[in-house]
């Protein structure tokens, strides 16, 4: 393959991406007494069309890497390349041109949707913001994004409030789509919704990616809802991610003893198998990313730990397998889960 048709596949590449919050102290002369490294050297790439599920426990940072893409914050510091363009260091009007293509669909579809507003005018927003079209036309791409999305067009006046947890995130995702972004980040979108309405929007959010040829960063911290919709699957751990691969493969055949131990939390609809599970529980809680353990970050909580892990900091690194990356000293004697 040449050089351009690997680019062209290509639609995000994030390279050594660092987001590091500054803490302060004093009142009057404020200064920084550390830093909070919620993403701390990241790097991975996203096909067009596909869907890279992000996944990690509470606090691991997923929400920052998101929020960084879309350029709510400034990173500290790495590229975040969109079709070659670097989203990092972009301001002023060519951020709004890039930030166009980008969208992003929020965990708590009550928190997100402004409640004095009608729906109508809450999916329109995007489109007055961007300058997108004649009134004439806003209310009528408004009216077919409704049925996009599986609502009716006739609810365009009702407000937030008249409508299910479910209906919300049909909402919030009809309004994601009103600027025909090619990207969009979807943070833990069905984590708040009740069970029996969460396969709807999954499969919402599969049917929209197939229609409009989007490409996904879906993040979550549940791993069997990210097989059900991630091609590649990337597992964060205090600000770094420890393990990329493609889904099937991250299952059958995990490197890093994190994905190992996040894998066998996961229940198994066959009860009969679902006895015998073998639960992995790591000793003790997520260490503070204001202090980040020494060497392997995960050595405080790793059943494989060696003094070389105290010491001596593994790099992310290709190993055996399609594309399997991995940042474990003994990825090669990670074994696969056993039932
Ligand atoms: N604006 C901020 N200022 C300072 N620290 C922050 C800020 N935003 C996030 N953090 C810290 O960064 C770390 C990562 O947070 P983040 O919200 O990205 O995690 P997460 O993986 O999305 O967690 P969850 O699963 O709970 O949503 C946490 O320790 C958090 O307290
Ligand atoms: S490098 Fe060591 S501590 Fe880190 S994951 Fe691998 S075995 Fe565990
Ligand atoms: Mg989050």
């Known amino acids: 393959m040449t050089d351009t048709l690997v680019a062209s596949k290509t639609l995000l590449d994030i390279r050594n991406l660092k987001m590091y919050f500054p803490l302060t102290r004093g ?22 069309g596909q869907t890279l599920g992000l996944v990690g426990e509470s606090g691991s940072g997923k929400t920052t890497i998101g929020r960084t893409i879309v350029r709510l914050y400034k990173p500290t510091s790495g590229e975040i390349l969109f079709e070659n363009v670097d ?43 961007h300058h997108i079209g ?32 479910g209906q919300r995130q049909r909402i919030a995702v009809a309004r994601a789509l009103s600027i025909n972004p ?24 599969q049917r929209l990616q197939k ?15 990210v097989r059900h919709v991630a091609d590649r699957i990337a597992v964060m751990y205090l600000g770094k991610i420890v393990e990329l691969a493609d889904r099937d493969e991250l299952y059958a055949a995990p490197k890093h003893p994190y994905t190992k131990a996040l894998l066998s939390a996961v229940p198994i609809p066959d009860p009969k198998v679902e006895r015998k599970r073998h639960r ?5 809680d997520l260490p503070s990313p204001i202090n ?7 050595h405080t909580r790793c059943p494989m730990a060696q003094q070389i892990c105290r010491e001596v900091e593994p790099p ?14 003994f990825a090669a004697q990670v074994t696969p889960l056993t039932m």
Do not use: W
């Open 87 to 129: 989203l990092a260091t972009l301001e002023g009007v060519q951020l709004r041109r890039m930030r166009r293509r980008v969208q992003m669909v929020f965990q708590d579809p009550y928190a997100s949707l402004n409640p004095r507003y009608t729906i109508g005018s809450l999916i329109a927003e995007p489109m007055h913001i």
């Open 27 to 48: 009142i009057v002369f404020q200064r920084t007494v550390g830093y909070v490294r919620a993403v701390d050297d990241i790097t991975f790439s996203i096909e067009r």
């Open 182 to 205: 090619e990207f969009i980040i979807a943070d833990e979108p069905v984590s708040a919704l009740d069970v029996s309405v969460r396969a709807q929007v999954l499969n919402l959010l």
């Open 316 to 329: 992310f690194e290709l190993k055996e397998g399609h594309e399997h990356y991995s940042a474990c000293h």
């Open 134 to 165: 004649t009134s004439q036309q806003i209310r009528e791409k408004t009216e077919e994004l409704l049925r996009v999305v599986g609502l009716r067009p006739e609810y365009i006046d009702r407000y937030p409030h008249e409508f299910s947890g």
């Open 280 to 284: 992995i529980i790591l000793a003790g």
């Open 211 to 225: 229609q409009f040829n989007l490409t996904y960063l879906f993040v979550s911290h549940d791993l069997s809802v």
């Open 292 to 298: 980040i353990p020494s060497g392997c970050r995960f």
